[in-house]
Structures are given as structure tokens and as C-alpha cells.
């Protein structure tokens, strides 16, 4: 229910930035001409696309991922408020608001002004608050590993036919590799994130933006990919039990060293090139 109220909200912003496209669905666009002829403006509609194409996949895989977990966390019954389960509500309700603002925030400056000129917005696109948001969703993602695999119990764990669980409080090596492992992909998708964020500025040229864009994208798509680095960040403790509804064992089978590599180099090539071009941009 929650993520349909953000699936309308991107659909509403989308159909603006199509009907700014279509001149109000009456012409087929020819990006190639207006490349050539202006290509300022082209690159504006490029880079809002391609923030309203973030907003989507990160929408759509945060389902994904939400509608299969099998974390010990998520899968428990909400039976009281001062509880693990209540404190995930909490947070799928923030992240849920997140997508929201991701999705309203597709470039209302060129919104505006395409109703007079579609073109009067060429220095009205930026990618510092889509960075924010990212951002803070990853925030949120650190949050969620921590308490739904972390600190929730696993009732599903057995030693000799009884029932345990290997959250210890009295031992803080056992939860400090728990959550280094449960947390790496979120901290490394925070970390390039903010990466993007510090060198994003509220005015930047449309090329600029579109590259910052990309990197984001970029970030997102490998964050399911790095959630394979988990069975090899657990062989660095000898004593790591992992939680039994983990499906991510050693050794890697060849899908996911191909995912894993291929996400990784794109998304460190993204980054790369983004920052490049905003470095050309503050020297020019």
C-alpha cells in the first residue's frame, strides 16, 4: 500500500517530463536534432529522466528485497511497541517517505517552466538533493541490517535439537562481526553515495547532473551485488555462525562473481567519471 502511493507520485512527475517532451503529446521528440541544434536543453531532459529512472529502481528493488527477506527481524509478529519488529515498521515507513521525496523532487524547476518554455530550465537541474535522499536511504539500510540481522533473534536456529539463538549481549566480538558483515554493502553504498553528495553543488550545468545521476544509479545497482561480499567477510572470523535463513554461502558460484565484478567496475567507473566532470566543471 505504502510503496503504491510512491508508484503514483513517480508516475505523476514522469508523465510531466513526457508531456514537456511530446509538447504536450501532440509531436514525436527527436533527441538527435535537438542535441544538435540545443544541446543544453537535451542534456536538461536527460538529466531528469535519469533521476526519475533512479527513483524507480531504487522503488522497485527496495520491493524486491523487502517482499523476499528472510531476515529474523522481519519476519517476526508485531506483538508490542517497545520492540525490534515495531522499530522495522518504523523505519519501512521513513524509507517509504524517502522514496517519496526521491520521486517528487524530478526537477520541478523544468516543470514550471515548460509551460511557457521547455527550455527556460537549462540551469534549474542539480543531482545534491536525489544525493541527499540516496543518501539518507542508506542510512536506513544500515539501520534495518543492524536490527533485523543483527540484534533480532533467529528462532529458527538449533544446536543438538535445541533452540538458540547467537545473539549474546555479553559478547561484543559476536556482535561487531555480525554487524560488519550484515552492514558492509549498505556501507559501502553509504560511503560512495556521500562520495557523489560532497561533490555535487545546488548549480550544476545539465552534463554535470546527468553524470551525478549516473554514478547514483550506478551505487544502487550494485548494492545487491556487494550483498554477496557476506560470506566473505564472515571467513575473516573463525567463530561466525551465520543466521540460518542466509542463502549466501562460500564457495561464490560464477552468476554472482560476474555480478559482483561487473557491478563494482561500473559503478566505480560511474563514480569516476562524475567526479572528473565536476572537477572540469569548477576549473571552468
Same mark, same amino acid.
Given at each position: 500500500?505504502?510503496?503504491?502511493?510512491?508508484?503514483?507520485?513517480?508516475?505523476?512527475?514522469?508523465?510531466?517530463?513526457?508531456?514537456?517532451?511530446?509538447?504536450?503529446?501532440?509531436?514525436?521528440?527527436?533527441?538527435?536534432?535537438?542535441?544538435?541544434?540545443?544541446?543544453?536543453?537535451?542534456?536538461?531532459?536527460?538529466?531528469?529522466?535519469?533521476?526519475?529512472?533512479?527513483?524507480?529502481?531504487?522503488?522497485?528493488?527496495?520491493?524486491?528485497?523487502?517482499?523476499?527477506?528472510?531476515?529474523?527481524?522481519?519476519?517476526?509478529?508485531?506483538?508490542?511497541?517497545?520492540?525490534?519488529?515495531?522499530?522495522?515498521? #518504523?523505519?519501512?515507513?521513513?524509507?517509504?517517505?524517502?522514496?517519496?521525496?526521491?520521486?517528487?523532487?524530478?526537477?520541478?524547476?523544468?516543470?514550471?517552466?515548460?509551460?511557457?518554455?521547455?527550455?527556460?530550465?537549462?540551469?534549474?537541474?542539480?543531482?545534491?538533493?536525489?544525493?541527499?535522499?540516496?543518501?539518507?536511504?542508506?542510512?536506513?539500510?544500515? #539501520?534495518?541490517?543492524?536490527?533485523?540481522?543483527?540484534?533480532?533473534?533467529?528462532?529458527?536456529?538449533?544446536?543438538?535439537?535445541?533452540?538458540?539463538?547467537?545473539?549474546?549481549?555479553?559478547?561484543?566480538?559476536?556482535?561487531?562481526?555480525?554487524?560488519?558483515?550484515?552492514?558492509?554493502?549498505?556501507?559501502?553504498?553509504?560511503?560512495?553515495?556521500?562520495?557523489?553528495?560532497?561533490?555535487?553543488?545546488?548549480?550544476?550545468?545539465?552534463?554535470?547532473?546527468?553524470?551525478?545521476?549516473?554514478?547514483?544509479?550506478?551505487?544502487?545497482?550494485?548494492?545487491?551485488?556487494?550483498?554477496?561480499?557476506?560470506?566473505?567477510?564472515?571467513?575473516?572470523?573463525?567463530?561466525?555462525?551465520?543466521?540460518?535463513?542466509?542463502?549466501?554461502?562460500?564457495?561464490?558460484?560464477?552468476?554472482?562473481?560476474?555480478?559482483?565484478?561487473?557491478?563494482?567496475?561500473?559503478?566505480?567507473?560511474?563514480?569516476?567519471?562524475?567526479?572528473?566532470?565536476?572537477?572540469?566543471?569548477?576549473?571552468?
Amino acid at each position: 500500500m505504502l510503496f503504491a502511493l510512491v508508484v503514483a507520485e513517480w508516475a505523476t512527475q514522469a508523465s510531466v517530463l513526457l508531456e514537456l517532451v511530446t509538447n504536450q503529446w501532440s509531436t514525436i521528440p527527436n533527441p538527435f536534432q535537438e542535441l544538435a541544434n540545443r544541446p543544453t536543453p537535451s542534456l536538461v531532459i536527460l538529466a531528469c529522466f535519469s533521476q526519475a529512472f533512479l527513483s524507480l529502481y531504487l522503488v522497485s528493488m527496495s520491493w524486491v528485497i523487502w517482499s523476499r527477506s528472510n531476515a529474523a527481524g522481519h519476519n517476526q509478529a508485531i506483538d508490542k511497541l517497545f520492540s525490534w519488529p515495531f522499530a522495522l515498521l #518504523l523505519l519501512e515507513v521513513l524509507l517509504v517517505t524517502l522514496y517519496f521525496a526521491l520521486a517528487n523532487n524530478i526537477e520541478s524547476e523544468l516543470e514550471k517552466a515548460g509551460a511557457v518554455n521547455r527550455y527556460a530550465a537549462c540551469n534549474a537541474v542539480s543531482s545534491r538533493p536525489e544525493a541527499l535522499i540516496v543518501v539518507l536511504v542508506f542510512v536506513v539500510y544500515i #539501520l534495518w541490517d543492524l536490527i533485523a540481522d543483527v540484534l533480532s533473534k533467529d528462532p529458527n536456529e538449533r544446536t543438538n535439537g535445541l533452540r538458540t539463538d547467537h545473539l549474546d549481549w555479553s559478547n561484543a566480538r559476536n556482535l561487531l562481526s555480525r554487524a560488519f558483515v550484515y552492514c558492509l554493502a549498505s556501507v559501502i553504498c553509504f560511503l560512495l553515495s556521500l562520495l557523489v553528495f560532497w561533490h555535487s553543488d545546488d548549480s550544476m550545468s545539465p552534463h554535470t547532473a546527468l553524470a551525478g545521476d549516473i554514478a547514483l544509479i550506478a551505487i544502487v545497482i550494485a548494492f545487491r551485488p556487494l550483498k554477496e561480499l557476506e560470506p566473505l567477510a564472515s571467513s575473516l572470523f573463525s567463530d561466525f555462525v551465520p543466521r540460518s535463513e542466509s542463502r549466501r554461502r562460500l564457495p561464490l558460484s560464477f552468476e554472482a562473481k560476474a555480478k559482483l565484478t561487473c557491478a563494482t567496475g561500473l559503478c566505480i567507473a560511474a563514480i569516476a567519471a562524475f567526479v572528473v566532470v565536476s572537477k572540469q566543471t569548477c576549473f571552468q
